[in-house]
Nanobody
Framework: QVQLQEFGGGLAQPGGSLRLSCTGHGSNFSVNHVAWHRQAPGKERELVALITGGGRTDYPSSVEGRFTISRDNAKNTVYLQMNSLRPDDTAIYYC?????????WGQGTQVTVSS
């Protein structure tokens, strides 16, 4: 059974930073694609970062240069470093593991950017 545990959400001031982590149990992160998505109230869920099994990363223009996704294979954990946070980054952030057998999601962690 695959389970994803997310940590690191919370409150940050505009311009501040937060780091999210997603640890997988029951699946090998190092060979699969892992993504972070977010969903703000009243909006659709959107992709904010992707790291492939080969280590390639991809970001939408809304977060490129501010967010960085990385992976620690020894810990089976993926991180999302978020810098220069803005109020419109406020959302629930979800970890997403993509395997040949299906997609798995974490429970989500709230990120709030406010002064």
């Amino acid at each position: 059974q695959v389970q994803l545990q997310e940590f690191g959400g919370g409150l940050a001031q505009p311009g501040g930073s937060l780091r999210l982590s997603c640890t997988g149990h029951g699946s090998n992160f190092s060979v699969n694609h892992v993504a972070w998505h977010r969903q703000a109230p009243g909006k659709e869920r959107e992709l904010v970062a992707l790291i492939t099994g080969g280590g390639r990363t991809d970001y939408p223009s809304s977060v490129e240069g501010r967010f960085t996704i990385s992976r620690d294979n020894a810990k089976n954990t993926v991180y999302l470093q978020m810098n220069s946070l803005r109020p419109d980054d406020t959302a629930i952030y979800y970890c997403n593991l993509r395997t040949p057998y299906g997609d798995y999601w974490g429970q989500g962690t709230q990120v709030t950017v406010s002064s």
